[in-house]
């Protein structure tokens, strides 16, 4: 009896072993369920979104606005102090080099170039007096003392240089007149006229605008965040406004300095067929840094830039990885990686906020 007694209370204590077994498995294979479905350690975690970086072509372009304008542009200044007494032109006009656009008050030169004329006339008269003088001294032979055909000799060459010297003031005042005279430098258009008849002009202030606008350019500047990737020949779409067309055309001169009150480096784009268009009008340029080179690209709002350089985060299993990167600063939603990256890495696309090491979950599609 005491035998059956001890194995009973042996087989109640196996049993209850088993159920505390049991009960233990089965709470143990409940919390890791949960912790599988629940995930607790990425209660902290932040929601991102993250694309493959690949190699692709890729074309830099940079877009700009700038005006039409003439590549030969003349300011037109009087050569003297004057009044105008005629116009001859207006904005508009068409005029070949030479033409006349104004005249100024010339009474007081012409008076002068007659003083000198009539001094030259006189001078003249006064040199056939001295060699008619010398002539007959010569006819004389050794009749005439060698003194007196020396001294007629001496007045004559002094009758000549005297000659000489009032024709060259007739010449000098002649030319001061021809001043008076506002002539054309070049063929062109008028594009300003800045006097009206009865002002006094003087040599500082312009009088009238010429260009040639039988050859077109477009002046721009670019930022100098860009000068150093802009040089002479790289290929533009040219777009003028009020025109569905575009053209073509190319860089033909990129100014050796920055304007360092603007930060703008002035560029000159060239069309590469002739166009007709008023001066002013404003022209959309694309111009073409870069064209078709495999490149990897990644979003401007997955690059965070700091003084010590550029970063951008990875998606590394389930976390925000930071990685250095060489950027290539562009006016583009999409910027070039020069170095950081390879094909395949896995990029967060929006990276304000993140630090490195942090808890991500994948945002789903």
């Known amino acids: 009896m005491q035998d059956a007694g001890i194995k009973e209370e042996t087989e109640g204590g196996r049993s209850r072993r088993w159920w505390i077994v049991a009960v233990l498995t089965i709470a143990v294979i409940i919390g890791a369920v949960s912790l599988v479905w629940f995930r607790p350690w990425t209660a902290n975690a932040v929601t991102v979104v993250t694309e493959t970086v690949q190699p692709g072509p890729v074309s830099r ?54 003083q000198a004329e009539a001094a030259l006339q006189e001078g ?37 240089q005297e000659v000489d010297r009032l024709r060259a003031g007739v010449d000098q005042a002649t030319i001061q007149l021809d001043r008076y005279t506002v002539r054309a430098p070049i063929d062109g258009t008028v594009m300003e006229r800045h006097v009206d008849p009865g002002q006094l002009v003087d040599t500082a202030s312009p009088l009238f605008v010429l260009a040639d606008l039988s050859d077109l350019i477009v002046e721009t500047s670019v930022d100098e965040t860009f000068a150093t990737q802009i040089s002479p020949g790289l290929r533009a ?19 050796p300095r920055v304007d360092t009150a603007t930060g703008g480096l002035a560029i000159r784009i060239d069309f590469d067929a002739p166009v007709q268009a008023p001066a002013g009008l404003t022209v959309t340029a694309n111009i073409i840094v870069a064209e078709g080179t495999d490149e990897i690209t990644v979003p401007r709002s997955a690059i965070i830039t700091a003084p010590s350089g550029s970063t951008v985060f990875k998606a590394v299993g389930r976390k925000a990885v930071a990685t250095p990167v060489k950027v290539i600063d562009w006016p583009a939603e999409r910027l070039v990686v020069t170095d950081g990256l390879s094909g395949g890495d896995v990029v967060i696309t929006d990276a304000v906020g993140l630090t490195d090491g942090q808890a991500i979950r994948l945002s789903k599609p």
């Open 124 to 160: 003249i008269v006064a040199q056939t007096q001295a060699a008619s003088v010398y002539n007959r001294a010569r006819e004389l032979g050794d009749n005439v003392a060698d003194a007196v055909r020396e001294d007629a000799n001496n007045r004559l060459q002094s009758a000549a």
């Open 61 to 114: 372009i940079l877009a700009l606005n700038g005006q039409i304008a003439a590549r030969t542009s003349v300011s037109v200044h009087a050569s003297v102090v004057g009044t105008v007494i005629a116009l001859l032109v207006d904005e508009g006009s068409e005029v070949k080099a030479g033409y006349i656009l104004a005249h100024l008050d010339h009474a007081q030169q012409d008076a002068i170039v007659r």
């Open 237 to 255: 779409v040219l777009q003028l406004v009020g025109s569905a067309e575009t053209q073509e055309g190319h860089v033909s001169f990129v100014s």
